[in-house]
C-alpha cells in the first residue's frame, strides 16, 4: 500500500541555518512527489514536485528537494531559513495510474528562532 | 480570481445535527477533492470529484454525503455530525486529470461538534 512517512513532527531551527526535513514513501513505482506548505490559518501551498527526469527539484520561497530512488526519499532542503519560513511542511504521493489520489504525511512543523 | 473558497471559515455544531460546507472555484478545474486535518494525522481524502456528476469515495467517506451538479461547486455534508467530525476541513481543486497535478487549496473550514 501507499505511504508516505515524516519522521519528524517538530523541528526547531535558528534563522539564517540550514534546513532538511525528511520524507519516505512506499509505492510500488517512481510516483509523483510533491511537497506542500501550510502556513497558521491557511491552506495548503505547492512548493515543488517531482514527475520525472533530474532529481534535484527547485520550487518557490528557495526551496529544493532530491529524489533518492534508493532511499525511497524526498527530503526537503533550504540553504539559510527565514523567520516567514515558519509553518507547516507536508509531503505527499501521487498515483502514477489507476484512481486519481495523493497520499498526504503527517506533517513537520517548523519554528524558527530569531 | 478567488481560487478556492470555502464557508463558513468556523463552525460549531451539536451532536446529531447536519449542516453543509460549501466550497466553489473559479479556474474551471475538473477535479475537486475533500479532505479533513487531524493533529498527527495530516490530510485524509473523504470525497472526491471527477467533473459535474460524478464523484466517488475517498478514504474516510462515512458520514458525510457530496454532490457535484456544476463544475464550479462541491459541497460536503454531514449528515448527523459527531464529536469525531470535529476537525479541519480542506477542498481542493486541480485543472485535469491524474495525481500529477497541483492540487489548489481552500483556507479550511473549522468544525466543532459538541
Known amino acids: 500500500a501507499q505511504s508516505v512517512t515524516q519522521p519528524d513532527i517538530h523541528i526547531t531551527v535558528s534563522e539564517g541555518a540550514s534546513l532538511e526535513l525528511r520524507c519516505n514513501y512506499s509505492y510500488g513505482a517512481t510516483p509523483y512527489l510533491f511537497w506542500y506548505v501550510q502556513s497558521p490559518g491557511q491552506g495548503l501551498q505547492l512548493l515543488l514536485k517531482y514527475f520525472s527526469g533530474d532529481t534535484l527539484v527547485q520550487g518557490i520561497k528557495g526551496f529544493e528537494a532530491e529524489f533518492k530512488r534508493s532511499q525511497s526519499s524526498f527530503n526537503l532542503r533550504k540553504p539559510s531559513v527565514h523567520w516567514s519560513d515558519a509553518a507547516e511542511y507536508f509531503c505527499?504521493?501521487?498515483?502514477?495510474?489507476?484512481?486519481?489520489?495523493?497520499?498526504f504525511g503527517t506533517g513537520t512543523r517548523l519554528k524558527v528562532l530569531a | 480570481n478567488a481560487g478556492v473558497t470555502q464557508t463558513p471559515k468556523f463552525q460549531v455544531l451539536k451532536t446529531g445535527q447536519s449542516m453543509t460546507l460549501q466550497c466553489a472555484q473559479d479556474?474551471?478545474?475538473?477535479?475537486m477533492s475533500w479532505y479533513r486535518q487531524d493533529p498527527g494525522m495530516g490530510l485524509r481524502l473523504i470525497h472526491y470529484?471527477?467533473?459535474?456528476?460524478?464523484?466517488d469515495q475517498g478514504e474516510v467517506p462515512n458520514g458525510y454525503n457530496v454532490s457535484r451538479s456544476t463544475t464550479e461547486d462541491f459541497p460536503l455534508r454531514l449528515l448527523s455530525a459527531a464529536p469525531s467530525q470535529t476537525s479541519v476541513y480542506f477542498c481542493a481543486s486541480s485543472h485535469t486529470s491524474g495525481s500529477l497535478n497541483e492540487q489548489f487549496f481552500g483556507p479550511g473550514t473549522r468544525l466543532t461538534v459538541l
Open positions: 479556474m474551471n478545474h475538473e477535479y
Open positions: 505527499a504521493v501521487g498515483a502514477t495510474s489507476g484512481t486519481y489520489k495523493y497520499i
Open positions: 470529484s471527477v467533473g459535474a456528476g460524478i464523484t
